[in-house]
């Protein structure tokens, strides 16, 4: 089914933006060149790069195939159908994911047709919104909101990944029991890698909120920035850059061997969503 092939190329597409950002960052803590960046220095380092403009173009279309995928998700619950309090939270959180890549994927169309200049940098993008929450009535409060629920995103990826609960999404019968244990070990060390970022960046929002400082909030290059900047720094960065670079195998993983019930999804998709739109 189209939607199953959207959401594979969606997973590797969002592998490729999670595989360059550790690659850069592991060259920059071994001093061979290299950046820390986020995904949209990602994609702006991918276009520069040999037949990057097409390279981006397929980027572009596997980030609106995952976008799809999150929305289904949050709107039709494939995979579970239920409608308990946690699984409400887990659809929300697929509803902004989706939003989140697919504005990504826009960013990648913007670079390849040069609306978006690839050499303006977006490390200060963090600190803009959290500015803009923060001028808004109960903005800090709405800052330490997000820090919050940012911190909880992280526990709960490091509680996947020592519980191994992804596991139960993944096909891995046609693999020897040899592969399956590595698959499964880069795959939580790439998860935990994801869940102490998330965690780091939650602080960063919290302190924003104490300080009442936008600048205090940072986002995953900063956070690779300040990692950087830590006694050990480079011993540190190499570390969650070689997390990162699991995560984008973890992602890979996916890609090829989740198990993604596009049965469950209506066959008039276009109709359906917009029965729900309007409800």
Do not use: C
Not at 204 to 215: G, H, I
């Amino acid at each position: 089914m189209w939607v199953e092939k959207l959401a594979r190329a969606g997973y590797a597409a969002k592998g490729v933006v999670y595989g360059t950002i550790g690659i850069l960052a592991i060259q920059v803590a071994i001093s061979s060149g290299g950046k820390t960046t986020d995904s949209s220095g990602a994609l702006r380092t991918i276009v520069t790069q040999p037949f990057g403009q097409f390279l981006l173009i397929l980027v572009a279309i596997g980030l609106f195939g995952y976008s799809l995928w999150r929305l289904i998700e949050a709107i039709f619950d494939p995979e579970s159908r239920k409608t308990d309090s946690k699984n409400i939270v887990k659809r929300i959180g697929y509803l902004f994911s989706g939003l989140i890549y697919g504005a990504l994927g826009v960013q990648a169309v913007l670079l390849v047709t040069n609306s978006s200049s690839s050499s303006q940098g977006n490390s200060n993008s963090t600190s803009d919104w959290t500015a803009r929450l923060m001028a808004q009535p109960f903005g800090r409060w709405l800052v330490a909101l997000v820090g919050v629920i940012t911190i909880g995103v992280g526990l709960y990826r490091l509680y996947s990944a020592y519980k191994v609960k992804f596991r139960r999404k993944l096909n891995l019968i046609d693999l020897d029991a040899n592969q399956q244990k590595w698959i499964i070990r880069i795959s939580r060390f790439g998860i935990a890698a994801r869940g102490v970022i998330f965690l780091i960046i939650g602080g960063f929002f919290l302190q924003a909120s104490r300080q009442y400082d936008p600048s205090e909030a940072k986002g995953l290059d900063g956070v690779l920035q300040t990692l950087a900047r830590q006694p050990y720094g480079k011993v540190l960065l190499g570390i969650v850059a070689l997390g990162l670079i699991a995560y984008a195998i973890y992602l890979f993983v996916q890609a090829r061997y989740r198990q993604i019930p596009a049965s469950n999804v209506p066959d008039s998709l276009p109709r359906e969503l917009a029965n729900h739109r309007y409800k």
